[in-house]
């Protein structure tokens, strides 16, 4: 490399230590040379050789100066000439031993005065250099001390006039931070850093007129630091103050803050008495997106007291885990909307409720594991929980809290003998109660809540009331969803009891297996269902049933119910009314689409009185075909469909059952779906569909369809198990082709039009009342 005299800029990965050859000192023209690492080698460069090197600019490093065995050497470098240099790092390795050259080293490796960063790291000498510090540097803005560990003090470096960030780390030596070392009185020092000084106990602090721009100011890992005055530094904006164990937190002691009216962050951890201390953003001006917080963590009381008398403007507060805390002086705290404490079983509810509900910015409340209360929760959605507190607490939370309460949950409250549920104003967005739930109640209980509230309830869940039988529906005006579960002797005596807003009834479980309704059929067929309920490995049923439904997703609110397995589900539309005008189509066909893995997930399935025209989105992949359970399928009075849903592919459907489809034209076998004889012939069908369809299909039933035409697109290896086909009702269908090998019964009723049958193959045959004209 010596022979490239005209060589501008040398870059070398940062990754690596590299060793330069002898007669590298001939470039000396070079500009851009990253660093230089002085060698114990005969055959590599001396740090000499950096004599005439005068033009290195931007960054530059002289690493391994442990190595250095003369120093002569470092005289020869030269650096004070080296004007363009503006950032300088001399560094030691960490883990060697000191040399007794390494004080006159540092000394003899004075850079430029032009100098604007210097990071020292490694140095093993027991003081500082005389120019460390000079007036002269007066561009110095940087200056970075690591693992100086034997001075045991620290150089001047309050007299730099532009110095803006100071970080010392690892003066292990040092005990006390005197005068000299604020002497300049640091004008534009901007950040402080002060770590792992271990033996480091305290400083004597700014004086008037010092550091007045220091803004930032992190001290940690000083593990014998007993006292640190932050008097005079009222521009501090940031501090933090981490594992010092014997520094104590207190005013009048030897940390203190209430004099920092610019802070806006304050972290301390692990400090004498402190755990964590944690306030953000807590000036009178901060903005919406940074609202002002508090956190307070194994805390004592004196501790607790001084930072919230200091901190006067903030809007969140939690505190956790203060074993010793017994109260908290909240009065001051206007602009507080969020309270959370926790594990603080020495303070009492009763010392802090008070407080509480005389707070006009309070929103939301969390308390859990303190004297008097296990759990106080008030949300932002105005939901109050109440879990393990007594009489009073309760009575006072919900009287005190009741302009914000919209929803209340009590748990565990074995000594709460009443409620004030008629001085609670229960206060909701669009004037009605957004969703009761009452678990494990009886008929006495449920009657007197609902006859309270029954003006406000628009969705009503009930669940495992074992000794509820009925509810009192002429109060309940203006119920629009009802879920009703696992209430064994629930019954309804008359649909016409129901309220004319109902859109959703919802029962699940195992009802009371007792004659229903005579006048309307849809009882008789929930009886049925009820009756089955919990008789198949566990499974429950379900019955849903739409009416005047104008808003898919109010309408299918399910909870829990989707993640059950249901052995029957049964879906009607419209079951007490015949306000089928009011049904739009397409929010019939939105509702089922939000039903559909509910559907596909039972194994008996009913569908009664659907007013959508298709079953768009239906088994659109084959995850669906193969993981469906379905073993049985009725499509009843679905009157405006115009297509089937695609079930096939089905594997474990054996019975399938249609009525009523009134608009249907034409079906497609193969995959049930629409057929036109303009667009495809049956030819074309059976060429693009090849997959057997129906594998398991034991019996098939069509009643009640007055312009069904064709039955297309079936192969002669389809329906291999069909072994009973029910054809009733049919007046306009033609053919029947390629009757299954299996078939057993084959029953035609009403097919005035049908002219023949491809059942050349069928074993035998019993026909029931077929027409004459047949």
Not at 194 to 216: H, T, Y
Request: proline residues 4%; charged residues 20%.
């Amino acid at each position: 490399m010596s022979n490239l005299l005209n060589l501008r800029h040398l870059i070398l990965s940062s990754c690596y230590t590299i060793e330069y050859p002898v007669g590298i000192g001939k470039l000396t023209d070079i500009q851009t040379m990253p660093s230089f690492y002085v060698s114990s080698q005969d055959n590599r460069a001396k740090l000499g050789e950096l004599k005439d090197i005068n033009n290195i600019r931007g960054e530059f490093a002289i690493e391994g100066l442990q190595s250095l065995a003369d120093v002569n050497e470092a005289k020869k470098a030269c650096l004070h000439k080296k004007k363009d240099i503006q950032s300088l790092h001399l560094g030691w390795n960490y883990w060697t031993a000191s040399s007794y050259i390494d004080e006159e080293v540092l000394e003899s490796l004075k850079p430029s005065v032009k100098l604007k960063s210097l990071k020292i790291s490694g140095f093993k000498g027991p003081s500082y250099p005389s120019w460390l510090g000079d007036r002269s540097f007066s561009r110095m803005g940087t200056v970075k001390l690591k693992h100086c560990e034997k001075w045991i003090s620290l150089p001047p470096l309050g007299q730099l006039p532009s110095l803006k960030s100071l970080y010392i780390s690892e003066a292990r030596a040092v005990e006390y931070i005197g005068s000299e070392f604020f002497s300049g009185g640091f004008p534009q020092l901007e950040e402080l850093t002060l770590r792992e000084m271990d033996n480091w106990k305290s400083w004597c602090g700014a004086q008037k007129r010092e550091c007045p721009k220091l803004k930032k100011l992190s001290i940690s890992g000083c593990k014998d630091l007993e006292s640190l005055s932050l008097i005079n530094l009222g521009a501090l904006e940031d501090i933090c103050i981490f594992g010092c164990p014997k520094l104590q937190f207190m005013s009048g002691n030897s940390l203190e803050l209430s004099h920092l009216q610019c802070a806006q962050t304050i972290k301390i951890k692990d400090i004498y008495q402190v755990g964590l201390i944690d306030a953000s953003h807590f000036s009178t001006d901060a903005s919406l997106e940074n609202q002002p917080r508090l956190k307070l963590k194994d805390v004592s009381q004196r501790e607790a007291e001084y930072m919230l008398g200091m901190c006067s403007y903030i809007c969140q507060l939690t505190v956790k885990r203060c074993l010793n805390l017994t109260s908290l002086p909240l009065g001051n705290q206007r602009a507080l909307e969020y309270v959370a404490i926790t594990e603080c079983p020495q303070l009492r509810i009763t010392s802090i409720s008070p407080q509480l509900w005389q707070l006009p910015s309070l929103q939301k409340i969390y308390v859990n594991d303190i004297n008097g209360a296990e759990t106080i929760n008030l949300s932002e959605t105005s939901h109050m929980e109440l879990t393990n507190v007594d009489q009073l607490m309760a009575s006072s939370f919900l009287l005190n809290f009741s302009h914000m309460i919209r929803q209340v949950t009590i748990t565990r409250c074995a000594n709460l003998t009443s409620l004030p549920l008629m001085e609670l104003e229960l206060r909701v967005s669009s004037g009605s109660l957004q969703l009761p739930q009452f678990t494990n109640v009886d008929q006495l209980e449920a009657s007197f809540l609902l006859h309270e509230f029954c003006h406000t309830i628009r969705r009503l869940t009930i669940t495992r009331c074992a000794y509820l039988t009925s509810l009192p529906w002429t109060d309940l005006t203006t119920l629009e969803y009802l879920a009703i579960s696992e209430c064994p002797l629930f019954q309804l005596l008359d649909a016409e009891q129901l309220p004319l807003t109902l859109q959703v009834l919802c029962i699940y479980g195992n009802p009371y297996e007792r004659e229903q309704c005579n006048r309307h059929q849809h009882f008789q067929r929930l009886k049925q269902v009820q009756q089955c309920s919990n008789k198949e490995g566990g499974e429950h049923n379900l019955y849903l049933v739409f009416r005047n439904v104008h808003n898919a997703s109010k309408a299918v609110y399910l909870g829990s119910l989707e993640h059950m397995k249901i052995h029957t589900l049964e879906i009607e539309w419209d079951c007490c009314t015949n306000h089928r005008s009011n049904v739009v189509d397409s929010v019939a066909e939105e509702v089922f689409g939000k039903l559909y893995s509910l559907c596909i997930s039972s194994k008996k399935l009913v569908i009664r009185g659907y007013t959508g025209s298709g079953f768009a989105g239906w088994f659109a992949s084959w995850y669906d075909f193969f993981h469906s359970r379905l073993t049985s399928v009725s499509l009843l009075q679905c009157s405006k469909c115009e297509i089937l849903p695609a079930l096939s592919q089905l594997p474990f459907l054996q019975e399938l059952y249609v009525e009523g489809a009134s608009n249907l034209e034409s079906v497609v076998h193969n995959y049930l779906l629409p057929y036109d004889d303009d667009d495809m012939s049956e030819r074309k069908w059976q060429a693009t569909y090849t997959n057997i369809a129906f594998p398991r299909l034991q019996k098939l039933e069509f009643h009640d369809m007055p312009v069904w035409k064709e039955l297309l697109g079936t192969k002669e290896d389809d329906f291999p198990f069909l072994q009973k086909l029910i054809l009733k009702q049919c007046p306009r269908l033609r053919a029947l082709p390629h009757l299954p090998l299996r078939l057993e019964e084959l029953i035609l009723e009403g097919c005035e039009e049908l002219r023949s049958l491809s059942s050349s193959k069928v074993s035998w045959v019993i026909f029931e009342a077929v027409i004459e004209e047949f």
